[in-house]
């Protein structure tokens, strides 16, 4: 287990421990170098000399008095054992004097052979070994999942790792245990010997003279050589296929890994241990059970010091050992698909995409498995590679109305309508014919038609929100294509269907509740005026207009995130009302160029965009907004206006997507009803309206309503918070 250093002030807790270690060794200077859950140590100096003393668990008695044997067998490789209370799990070793590896990789090719060397020397003194605790292979997978299932106040996996995932892996690694334990079977062959059980860099110094000294001997054991390789391959899975290329008459990679399991080997064959085949085909049961040694060792210290670290080490130990089950049922066909048919019924897509591609490799004209890869690809985001499997499909199961499907979907989503088109063609060239064929031609059509008619002159960008899209609250991967498509194009977008006719009621009823002073005014104020009869006034964000649906709704928060990255904000909410009477606004933008000198605007990306929702249905009686399509292209005005503008008929439930660098302007209201439109303005975090805010904050909460938003509004909003804080305070005097 990896040590961490805790302050070296950190006051003595072991007082009795100290003293009768400077009663053996008189020490000038103590401190703590180390805590953790298995071991506190103390470093003693006296000039130039040091010594350190360890304060084991009282479990690990035994342990101390088997580690005096080692270290009289084994002074060259180990720290000088100067004095030991086993009763008391007290024990103080002289320092090595060594300095630390550097983790270079010779570094570790160096441990590989000292360690060899030891075992080697170690392997002959079977009195000894005898007395060592020792590793039985036979049980290390039930050890290990019983660790796993055990609870937490029974110092189980769930005590690191938590419930649901100590579950997860002891559920994964159950329906593996028969691969596992076929695997540790095969090192019984191999004759016992010392294990250190924890080998690693940090547990290794090299001496004046070159050698290396091992410390930290908690888990010493007797057992087949190999165990302690998984510290060195930073687990076992690696490892076993590399062991099991050479058992195969391939050579040793030319890696760190290829030359630590070499250099082992070479040390251990040389010397009489085993033969060359015999540890090829062991080592990697002798690893696996080690690293699942290791594991379950993390029960008997559970703690409450050290839990993430700890739980960072058994993630990544877990995780390997499925990579190794993962390598070891993709050499057998029945047992590759059967692993995958259990990760997918336990939802792991990417290990069964991994099976499942590694079956494919070996038979790549098989239509079934090019299907399943695809779906699992589709499934995991990889649209590509998915698109890529179905076509590959297609080349031998040509009349394929899925894969057909599937493809036309996926050039549909990329908006390529030639490519799609080309597609739908071939189908009803080769008869086939499917709903799911037919749907999608008049997907097809459909966006042809919303492209054709916003790149009309006089045209206007709409896009339809199906019922289905609105009820998940996300829009389908082609509509959203479509949209950003259009946004980016002509600056402008006009959604319908975004809202429910009841949803569009609760926020008419809201609204004129929460300003029914401004809607009776003739005169408001505290408001901005932007034009005649028409002003601007701050939202109060609260349960109705603060809610998910309208501040993050799926269907148009996700547009703004790609256009203005993840970390957009709600930079302003705000409603125009527009009164009976109004005449048209003039032309204009909501905002200046971000930049006076000329000649950069054209091609910058967004730096906000409007949300419009009306609350009154926009048309030519009630007051449309004119919009003036691709006018984001134009620093100023003027040039704005030499095009031909858009005055679009927004139905109740329906927004606008409008660029804030689109010019615009607001027609007369010829009704006899105020008609507000809601305006939610989204930007990019460091984006402040600089213009429209002198007389109203640009954001207004309700009174606990940021404690109590939700997670998708919160970072939207929470900004305005932070301001509104240091302005506060930047506004109290000195002192």
Request: with cysteine; proline share 6%; aromatic share 8%.
């Amino acid at each position: 287990m990896q040590r961490r250093s805790v302050p070296a002030e950190l006051p003595i807790r072991h007082a009795d421990a100290v003293a009768w270690a400077c009663a053996a060794w008189p020490a000038a200077d103590i401190k703590t170098i180390s805590q953790s859950n298995w071991a506190t140590t103390y470093r003693l100096s006296n000039g130039a000399a040091s010594s350190y003393l360890k304060v084991l668990p009282l479990s690990q008695g035994s342990q101390i008095q088997r580690y005096a044997a080692l270290a009289e067998r084994f002074p060259q490789e180990t720290p000088r054992l100067l004095a030991s209370a086993p009763d008391r799990g007290w024990i103080l070793l002289e320092d090595h004097g060594g300095t630390p590896l550097e983790g270079e990789p010779a570094d570790r090719v160096d441990v590989a052979i000292a360690l060899a060397n030891l075992q080697l020397k170690a392997a002959s003194d079977t009195a000894w070994l005898a007395q060592l605790r020792t590793v039985r292979l036979d049980d290390a997978v039930s050890d290990l999942l019983d660790f796993l299932r055990r609870p937490a106040q029974l110092s189980g996996a769930a005590h690191f790792l938590g419930a649901a995932t100590a579950t997860r892996y002891a559920r994964l690694l159950r329906h593996r245990a028969d691969l596992l334990g076929a695997l540790v079977a095969r090192a019984e062959i191999l004759p016992p010997t010392v294990s250190h059980g924890d080998v690693h860099l940090g547990n290794v110094a090299r001496l004046a003279d070159g050698r290396l000294v091992m410390f930290d001997w908690d888990e010493l054991a007797a057992g087949p050589a190999g165990l302690c390789l998984h510290g060195l391959m930073s687990g076992c899975a690696v490892g076993t296929a590399l062991l099991r290329r050479m058992a195969a008459g391939t050579p040793a990679p030319q890696t760190v890994e290829g030359a630590i399991v070499d250099a082992y080997i070479d040390v251990l064959v040389q010397g009489g241990y085993a033969t060359r085949a015999e540890l090829l085909e062991a080592l990697p049961g002798a690893m696996c059970a080690g690293q699942m040694r290791f594991v379950t060792s993390f029960g008997r210290f559970p703690g409450d010091t050290d839990l993430e670290d700890a739980a960072d080490t058994l993630n990544q130990r877990l995780s390997d050992l499925l990579d190794l089950c993962d390598w070891l049922a993709s050499k057998d066909p029945a047992q590759a698909i059967s692993s995958a048919d259990d990760y997918e019924s336990q939802a792991e897509w990417q290990r069964a995409h991994r099976l499942i591609q590694d079956k494919l490799a070996h038979s790549p004209s098989d239509a079934a498995l090019l299907r399943r890869y695809a779906k699992l690809s589709e499934r995991l985001g990889y649209r590509d590679t998915a698109a890529e499997a179905w076509q590959e499909l297609l080349k031998f199961s040509k009349d394929d109305a899925e894969a057909f499907a599937q493809l036309v979907q996926f050039q549909l989503d990329r908006l390529d309508m030639e490519a799609s088109h080309e597609l739908l063609t071939l189908a009803r060239s080769r008869g086939i014919d499917s709903a799911a064929l037919r749907a999608l031609g008049e997907r097809a059509s459909l966006l042809m038609d919303c492209l054709a008619q916003a790149d009309a002159p006089h045209g206007w960008p709409r896009v339809p929100i199906s019922p289905t899209e609105r009820d998940r609250g996300q829009l389908d991967a082609s509509t959203q294509a479509l949209i950003l498509h259009l946004f980016r194009q002509q600056g402008a977008v006009q959604l319908d269907g975004v809202f429910t006719p009841t949803a569009m009621e609760q926020l008419q009823q809201a609204f004129a509740q929460q300003h029914s002073r401004h809607l009776n005014s003739q005169s408001p104020e505290d408001v901005l005026q932007v034009g005649n009869r028409r002003y601007m006034l701050t939202m109060t964000l609260d349960a109705t207009f603060g809610s998910p649906s309208i501040v993050a709704s799926g269907l148009y928060l996700p547009l703004m995130k790609e256009l203005l990255g993840d970390e957009c904000i709600l930079g302003a909410y705000t409603a125009v009302v527009s009164l009976p009477g109004s005449t048209d606004q003039d032309p204009h933008k909501d905002h200046t160029p971000l930049f006076e000198e000329d000649g950069w605007h054209e091609g910058a990306p967004t730096f906000a965009a409007q949300v419009i929702v009306p609350l009154l249905e926009l048309n030519e009686l009630t007051g449309a907004t004119a919009v003036y399509k691709g006018s984001q292209g134009f620093s100023y005005e003027a040039a704005a206006e030499a095009l031909p503008f858009q005055v679009p008929e927004v139905p109740l439930g329906s927004c606008l997507l409008v660029d804030y660098a689109v010019a615009h302007f607001g027609r007369g209201n010829r009704s006899d009803q105020v008609r507000p439109i809601l305006n939610l303005v989204y930007a990019r975090p460091w984006f402040r309206d600089c213009r429209n805010y002198h007389l109203q904050p640009p954001l207004r909460f309700a009174p606990g309503f940021l404690s109590t938003a939700d997670d998708t509004v919160r970072p939207l909003v929470s900004w305005w918070d932070l301001e509104c804080r240091a302005a506060l305070k930047a506004s109290e005097p000195p002192g």
